[in-house]
């Protein structure tokens, strides 16, 4: 499944991408978590994945603080976030994906919304990633820790929606998934 999504994510030309890209960053920038957040999460993408710099130059103008993740080169499988402003030095990671190269400034817990990447999704806020488990690992203590902050939020193509994910024990769940065609919110159960 996660190769069949990534190939027709890859498969969108250019013009759809940014047309449903556009829409996505509407869509997310109506939310109530976007407006009220004050510290947000974003990723620079990679593989075909929703393009979220418009957010970043959006939470820019609008004095949010912006993180992006990193990968610890020194721990395997752990990622922190650290500052970005637009304009700022990125270096690539171990996979190639750019990342800020400031000192971590945030904790997780201290940001108010998370914005994630994602290769396929279910109505229950599943998240299928790209199989490292980096922000579920990152995430870990929300799943003891409901109704507070970060939220969590997907960005993706209507198409990656699919009926069910078999949920692990460690995934971490979504709050919902923001696409071209509107705000899903999970639905626990």
């Not at 509407?26 to 990679?46: F, I, K, N, Q």
């Not at 957010?55 to 976030?81: E, N, T």
């Not at 199989?131 to 209507?158: H, K, V």
Request: positive net charge; aromatic residues 8%.
């Amino acid at each position: 499944m996660r190769a069949h999504l990534r190939n027709r994510r890859r498969e969108l030309s250019i013009a759809r991408h940014r047309q449903w890209d556009r829409r996505i960053v509407r869509r997310l920038a109506d939310l109530p978590a976007w407006r009220a957040a004050r510290s947000v999460a974003l990723y620079l993408p990679a593989d075909g994945e929703v393009d979220p710099h418009a957010l970043i130059m959006l939470a820019h103008r609008l004095g949010k603080a912006i993180v992006l993740p990193r990968l610890d080169r020194q721990r395997p499988f752990r990622m922190d976030f650290a500052a970005y402003r637009p304009g700022r030095a990125l270096r690539r990671n171990r996979f190639g994906i750019p990342e800020p190269c400031g000192r971590v400034v945030r904790t997780p817990v201290g940001i108010d919304l998370v914005i994630l990447p994602l290769v396929g999704f279910d109505r229950r806020g599943n998240r299928l990633g790209m199989g490292s488990g980096y922000y579920d690992r990152r995430f870990a203590f929300t799943r003891r820790r409901t109704g507070l902050r970060p939220r969590l939020i997907g960005l993706a193509y209507d198409f990656q929606s699919v009926p069910a994910l078999d949920a692990q024990p460690w995934d971490v769940p979504l709050h919902g998934v923001v696409t071209e065609r509107g705000w899903r919110r999970a639905t626990r159960g």
